[in-house]
């Protein structure tokens, strides 16, 4: 469980880099207005088939996240590192909760990007997954 638990989370923080560059450089405000951007432009691809690419995002993306939180709680039998796992995970589930329910809103042209995505919240998940997951990984290497 230790590996898969380090590979998701090395994974996580490679897939992070990008953005967690800019948060910690003061200029996230850069990476997320190229995110919204983006997310702005496709939603023209999206609108022909959206639930075609979107189906498949979301669910690899929630298996991910629930591969790692479990590995998390399995590989590491420490009352603290489970409590903040615990909080996390019941943070996370409310930012997917949240943006599930925005995304048809939005892809539909209801809802304008910025009220599907939070930044600051975005910003939190990042800098809380990153931390979460440098925390495991020392854990590892220092028992």
Do not use: C
Not at 81 to 107: K, S
């Amino acid at each position: 469980m230790r590996i898969l638990f380090a590979s998701l989370a090395v994974l996580l923080l490679i897939l992070y880099s990008p953005y967690l560059l800019y948060i910690l450089r003061g200029k996230a405000g850069e990476f997320e207005g190229l995110l919204q951007h983006e997310a702005t432009a496709s939603l023209a691809y999206l609108r022909e088939n959206p639930w075609r690419v979107l189906v498949p995002v979301v669910v690899i993306a929630i298996l991910l996240e629930a591969a790692y939180f479990v590995s998390a709680w399995l590989t590491f039998n420490l009352l603290v590192y489970r409590g903040i796992t615990l909080g996390f995970m019941g943070f996370e589930v409310f930012h997917l909760v949240r943006t599930l329910w925005y995304l048809p809103g939005f892809v539909s042209g209801r809802v304008k990007v910025d009220t599907l995505i939070i930044w600051p919240l975005e910003r939190t998940s990042a800098i809380a997954f990153s931390i979460h997951a440098v925390l495991g990984l020392i854990l590892i290497i220092w028992p």
